[in-house]
């Protein structure tokens, strides 16, 4: 066998592989051994590069999945860093309070300046007070009673106009509380006229799809021309 992989290596003396390609012409077992030699390393070869081609081939896949990794974090780490960016600015430009045309800034107001009503005389004198009082002790039901008993005797007591569409405004009843504040809103005889804000509160409360633009228009309104509650609205 050493003879045969000389003569493959071709590593025999000139002398040496004539007389071994006669022995080849003339020894039928050495020439079978040559060729089982041949096939033998042409197999091994095959084998080899079979396996190094596999090999190869998961060290590819490797090296993509390891790209594909790559270029996923970078995007994920890019996307994150601008979602941070931007969530920050919009964070940073947002005013913490609830702004004018919200439900929630209706809300706050009303819960704020709605609570209890000072106690003024105005037309209809002791009634009006008795009708307060009512309305701070937290008997809605008689207060607005009360109220639309001095409207039907004194349509034009814009006072009672007022009081009328608070409670109805506190009680949830927001179709009342709207008219009462529209027919407040249209009086031009008044020194001060809130009807256009508390509409504006009562449409933004009761939070159907048109109100908010109703809304806007309102307050709008009020802040161009300074009415009452001008100051209350931010844009």
């Given at each position: 066998?050493?003879?045969?992989?000389?003569?493959?290596?071709?590593?025999?003396s000139?002398?040496?592989?004539?007389?071994?390609?006669?022995?080849?012409?003339?020894?039928?077992?050495?020439?079978?051994?040559v060729?089982?030699?041949?096939?033998?390393?042409?197999?091994?070869?095959?084998?080899a590069?079979?396996?190094?081609?596999?090999?190869?081939?998961?060290?590819?896949?490797?090296?993509?999945?390891?790209?594909?990794?790559?270029?996923?974090?970078?995007?994920?780490?890019?996307?994150?860093?601008?979602?941070?960016?931007?969530?920050?600015?919009?964070?940073?430009?947002?005013?913490?309070?609830?702004?004018?045309?919200?439900?929630?800034?209706?809300?706050?107001?009303?819960?704020?300046?709605?609570?209890?009503?000072?106690?003024?005389?105005?037309?209809?004198?002791?009634?009006?007070?008795i009708?307060?009082?009512?309305?701070?002790?937290?008997?809605?039901?008689?207060?607005?009673?009360?109220?639309?008993?001095?409207?039907?005797?004194?349509?034009?007591?814009?006072?009672?106009?007022?009081?009328?569409?608070?409670?109805?405004?506190?009680?949830?009843?927001?179709d009342?509380?709207?008219?009462?504040?529209?027919?407040?809103?249209?009086?031009?005889?008044?020194?001060?006229?809130?009807?256009?804000?508390?509409?504006?509160?009562?449409?933004?409360?009761?939070?159907?799809?048109?109100?908010?633009?109703?809304?806007?228009?309102?307050?709008?309104?009020?802040?161009?021309?300074?009415?009452?509650?001008?100051?209350?609205?931010?844009?």
């Amino acid at each position: 066998m050493d003879q045969i992989e000389n003569y493959i290596n071709n590593t025999l003396s000139a002398a040496e592989r004539a007389d071994f390609e006669q022995a080849l012409k003339t020894d039928p077992a050495l020439a079978e051994a040559v060729a089982f030699y041949v096939q033998a390393q042409q197999a091994a070869q095959a084998e080899a590069r079979a396996r190094r081609k596999a090999e190869l081939d998961q060290l590819g896949t490797q090296m993509s999945r390891a790209r594909q990794r790559t270029t996923f974090y970078t995007y994920a780490t890019a996307a994150s860093v601008i979602l941070c960016l931007g969530l920050g600015y919009w964070l940073l430009t947002q005013d913490p309070r609830p702004k004018a045309q919200d439900k929630a800034w209706a809300t706050t107001y009303i819960e704020k300046n709605f609570s209890t009503l000072t106690t003024k005389m105005g037309s209809g004198g002791d009634s009006i007070q008795i009708g307060i009082s009512a309305y701070n002790t937290g008997n809605l039901e008689k207060s607005q009673a009360i109220f639309n008993d001095l409207l039907q005797r004194d349509s034009l007591n814009a006072e009672v106009q007022k009081y009328s569409g608070i409670v109805s405004l506190r009680r949830g009843d927001y179709d009342q509380a709207i008219k009462h504040f529209h027919r407040l809103g249209t009086r031009t005889d008044l020194m001060s006229n809130p009807g256009k804000f508390y509409e504006a509160l009562a449409l933004l409360q009761q939070n159907l799809p048109l109100n908010k633009s109703k809304a806007e228009n309102l307050l709008k309104e009020v802040k161009a021309a300074k009415l009452e509650g001008w100051k209350e609205v931010e844009y």
